[in-house]
């Protein structure tokens, strides 16, 4: 008996159109989901897209766009992107909108007018004189487009945020009252309005990234210069960079000279300068000199290519409350239809049925989450910080543990020079040249550290006349005629008797003793660079109530207590990356919510396992992008504190957007509901909610960092 092979899936993206809420975006998800042959799908409303996960055999493209379309909505044939352009652009469709606006606001002057009419006993003189055939048909036309819908929904066993309003536009015909479900439909069109610029707004962060991505590159072949599409550049090929030019891949550069500004990766505002073996980045500008880059990743795999997808996708990680939301929307429909009912059967109003049908807005419950999470993440993505969903937004606005990772991340990750004691008499540059000499062809990155700091201080070094490694404890060497032995305690025998060296051990450095034909002449003294703006950052996160701050080391007990004590955290040392892994599930077996900063190399694991994973300096480190649940797209811990407050603004943007709209649609159905509310101005209120969560919203994509 032979097995069958497991059926063979494959991840699809498609582009949707006309999506403007996040009730579209659901209706999409479950159009495409009832498809055979579609095992998941996610809907992203910012980035206008559905990823699909399918089995290739079974799946029909076809039959996926026809259920988009039987939703209401429509994939779009994929076209490449043009270029951007440098001047002035007419868009139709942004002056459509600006002329729609314009009249909705004339138009919804004149009918407050009528409002005020009616109050005085004027609106009804007037109503009286157009006969109902022609108010029904002012009905129908003005409201068909979520009619059709609604309808729609219903053959299919749904009911939309809609659907109330539509019986109540039914409802007020009914008894007579057209010109109330004309006013009706007027503020139905005005709240889609309303929120489709709300949604344009979420996604305009996207559409900006997306915008600033290279479309063609200059490339030599055979020794002429091309100019292609970006999509048709192979990995390996040399792309040339002129002053003023976009950088259009990742790539190394094998020529040339030039200042970068990399703010489209980093966020970070200073250019940098690029030279031969330097990394650079596609989206990046080159200025003040030009560069031959050799392509290492390109398109969709170049660094920024992954923050597209990225924040594209961050829409799929939902947070609890918005999850939250999704159900409350699921049962406060047939809620309100259960207090119409009560009220028409207690009160025989059918006014006051009505109005309660059209008061109830359950759009600003589904969009008080998502608009304020995209928001954040857009604006949080242009200052160079990575978040990969609202999920981890909340999970870091509520964090109580603190786990940091120690080279790479609180230090540069080099080791740097910082003693040099001279013995019997030597001058303390002759130390240092007798070491950095004997240190001349050491691989060691404590021999680098001791070459730095001579050529740092100008002095010539001699070439060693003979050179011996020995591993693990240091270099002898022949230099101008005298045998120098540079390396651990365990090389020189007399290291023991040297004072100084237990003094600095303590500090946690590194030391490395120097002999000169056996007689010790000096005592080097080296540690990991701490990051200058560690400690201040550490302080803003105690601030902001991250008390709970711990180092995760593989470094000796004495090197980790050193750094410890001078950061004022606790630590735990000689840790393995399993070791770390087995912290971070410990504190959340406790019920703590753990943020572990690392820099997305060993740490790695830690990372994906704590509740938000932060990468520092991930620009170009797909392990960190991939890994991480927030990366910082360049190494400045400064970031740090700012990310926990963009989280813990954006879950009280969130949270007031829920309570103003609970507390707006309690209020509004009460008051339909006991005859306060008419039905026209039912409808004018039903409206108000999106505004609101838009105005408050929207605070977001203005937010600024601690240091500007």
Not at 484 to 509: C, D, H, M, W
Not at 538 to 557: F, K, P, Q, Y
Not at 645 to 661: Q, S, Y
Request: charged share 20%; aromatic share 6%.
């Amino acid at each position: 008996m032979t097995a069958s092979n497991p059926p063979h899936t494959d991840r699809l993206e498609l582009p949707i159109a006309g999506m403007d809420c996040a009730e579209c975006a659901a209706h999409v998800r479950r159009a495409i989901a009832a498809v055979p042959g579609v095992q998941s799908v996610e809907v992203l409303l910012a980035a206008e897209k559905a990823i699909v996960q399918a089995e290739v055999a079974q799946l029909d493209i076809a039959a996926v766009r026809a259920a988009v379309e039987a939703a209401g909505y429509s994939v779009p044939q994929t076209a490449s992107p043009a270029p951007p352009s440098t001047g002035v652009q007419f868009n139709a469709n942004t002056f459509t909108r600006q002329v729609l606006t314009l009249l909705a606001v004339i138009f919804g002057a004149v009918l407050f007018v009528v409002v005020l009419g009616e109050w005085l006993g004027l609106f009804e003189q007037i109503t009286e004189r157009v006969p109902w055939p022609l108010g029904w048909l002012a009905v129908f036309a003005g409201g068909w487009p979520v009619f059709r819908n609604v309808l729609r929904a219903a053959l299919k066993r749904q009911v939309t945020s809609h659907t109330l309003m539509t019986v109540g536009v039914l409802a007020a015909l009914a008894i007579g009252e057209w010109a109330t479900a004309a006013v009706v439909v007027f503020f139905m069109r005005v709240g889609d309005y309303v929120e489709s610029f709300t949604a344009e707004r979420a996604r305009r962060a996207v559409k900006d990234l997306t915008a600033l991505a290279p479309q063609t590159a200059r490339v030599e072949r055979d020794g002429v210069e091309q100019l292609v599409p970006l999509s048709e550049v192979q990995v390996g090929e040399v792309v040339i960079v002129r002053p003023g030019d976009q950088i259009p891949v990742d790539g190394e550069v094998i020529a040339g000279q030039a200042t970068v500004e990399q703010a489209a990766i980093t966020g970070e505002a200073m250019p940098v300068e690029a030279g031969p073996g330097a990394r650079v980045f596609a989206a990046t500008f080159a200025r003040l000199g030009s560069l031959r880059v050799r392509a290492t990743h390109i398109g969709p795999d170049s660094t920024f290519g992954r923050v597209i997808q990225l924040v594209e996708q961050a829409e799929a990680h939902r947070a609890d409350v918005q999850r939250f939301a999704d159900r409350f929307s699921a049962w406060y429909l047939p809620l309100v239809a259960a207090i119409a009912a009560l009220t028409f059967v207690f009160r025989q109003d059918p006014l006051a049925t009505a109005a309660v049908l059209v008061v109830a807005c359950s759009c600003s419950i589904a969009l008080a989450t998502p608009i304020a999470m995209l928001a954040s993440i857009g604006a949080a993505a242009r200052r160079g910080l990575l978040i990969k969903g609202g999920k981890y937004l909340e999970a870091l606005a509520r964090a109580d543990v603190l786990l940091l990772d120690k080279t790479g991340t609180l230090t540069l990750g080099k080791p740097r020079l910082t003693d040099i004691v001279p013995l019997n008499g030597l001058p303390a540059d002759d130390v240092l040249r007798l070491a950095a000499s004997a240190e001349r062809y050491s691989e060691h990155p404590l021999a680098e550290a001791v070459r730095a700091e001579a050529r740092a201080r100008g002095l010539p070094l001699a070439e060693p006349e003979q050179f011996e490694a020995v591993p693990g404890l240091g270099v002898r060497a022949l230099v101008n005629g005298s045998a120098v032995t540079v390396g651990s305690r365990r090389l020189l025998a007399e290291s023991s008797a040297i004072p100084v060296a237990a003094s600095l051990e303590a500090e946690g450095k590194t030391l490395l003793f120097v002999a000169r034909e056996g007689e010790p002449v000096g005592v080097l003294a080296a540690a990991d660079t701490l990051r200058p703006e560690v400690p201040a950052a550490l302080e803003s996160l105690r601030a902001l109530g991250l008390g709970h701050i711990e180092l995760l080391t593989g470094d000796n007990e004495r090197t980790a207590s050193a750094l410890a004590a001078a950061l004022g955290v606790r630590y735990r040392a000689n840790l393995l990356p399993e070791d770390k892994i087995a912290v971070v599930k410990a504190y959340q077996a406790q019920g703590r919510t753990v943020v572990m900063v690392g820099d997305g190399v060993n740490d790695a694991p830690a990372l994906a396992q704590a509740d938000v994973g932060v990468a520092l300096g991930a620009a170009g480190s797909g392990v960190a992008l991939e890994a991480a649940h927030l990366a910082l797209m360049r190494e400045d811990w400064a970031l740090v504190p700012e990310a926990v407050r963009i989280a813990r603004r954006t879950m009280g943007v969130v949270k007031g957007n829920l309570i103003f709209t609970a507390i707006y649609n309690v209020a509004g159905l009460t008051l339909a509901a006991f005859g306060f509310l008419p039905p026209v101005l039912a409808a004018a209120a039903q409206s108000l909610p999106d505004l609101g969560i838009l105005a408050n919203s929207s605070r977001l994509l203005r937010q600024k960092g601690a240091t500007d």
